[in-house]
């Protein structure tokens, strides 16, 4: 109970310094990208193509904007205070570190799951329609999608509390890892958070919309990973040395 107060405060702190950004603007504008897209499709005169909606989603959404959305937020909500010495006056507060670790990847990872939801839910209806198929199709990749948001979050805030350098190598991680490296080589399953995902979607859609070798483990691996992940966040936060010029 003595820890909800800090835990709120953190997290309206961080929240303001992630909505106050521009960087907020270019996040919207690119979880916008498909809705864009689905818009010209109705526009085109060619209606919704229900057969392209799996691979759409997947492709633009799963595969490209989940990571880098998250990306953005997750280096950000905590790397970015560490690095221009604002955090400081949370690292000398005698709280535990999981009190500053756990609002944080809440805000950034809830910011990143709304933004999706909305993009997902608006583009899964544009490409799809409405028919009773294709929006249990949407909600299914909605729901991964959102869990998704955490998880890469917490990898992301990971390497912020880790190294300054944590966007550039998040970028490497999400384009060498989770876009080439990862489900295509045996056993990297369950490594890899795009396939959570994917193995989310394939337990929750029609019986036929997505095949993958996680299934529904993608729901423990991914708690799993965020709880591990967020532990190895607050203990390098509680070894993370306050230089005397900060």
Do not use: C
């Not at 953190?10 to 929240?15: G, H, K, P």
């Not at 999981?98 to 839910?121: D, E, R, Y």
């Not at 409405?130 to 909605?142: D, Q, R």
């Amino acid at each position: 109970m003595t820890n909800l107060r800090p835990m709120a405060a953190i997290a309206i702190v961080t929240a303001r310094a992630l909505l106050g950004r521009r960087r907020t603007i270019l996040m919207l504008l690119l979880a916008g990208a498909p809705i864009l897209l689905g818009l010209l499709i109705r526009l085109s005169g060619r209606g919704a193509r229900p057969a392209n909606l799996e691979p759409t989603l997947e492709g633009l959404l799963v595969s490209t904007i989940l990571p880098l959305i998250a990306l953005v937020f997750g280096t950000a909500a905590l790397g970015s205070e560490l690095d221009d010495g604002t955090a400081v006056h949370i690292l000398t507060k005698p709280i535990p570190r999981w009190v500053i670790v756990v609002p944080k990847l809440a805000v950034a990872g809830g910011l990143t799951a709304a933004m999706l939801i909305v993009s997902t839910v608006l583009a899964g209806v544009l490409l799809g329609g409405t028919a009773s198929h294709e929006i249990a199709i949407t909600i299914a990749f909605a729901v991964a999608i959102a869990i998704g948001s955490f998880v890469y979050v917490a990898i992301f805030l990971a390497l912020g509390v880790a190294t300054s350098r944590g966007l550039v190598i998040g970028l490497g991680y999400a384009l060498l890892w989770e876009g080439l490296l990862a489900g295509a080589l045996p056993g990297t399953q369950l490594l890899s958070v795009r396939e959570y995902v994917r193995g989310i979607i394939s337990t929750l859609a029609p019986p036929g919309t997505l095949t993958s070798v996680v299934g529904a483990q993608g729901f423990v691996a991914a708690l799993v990973a965020v709880v591990v992940i967020t532990a190895l966040a607050s203990y390098r936060l509680a070894v993370y040395e306050v230089r005397a010029s900060e």
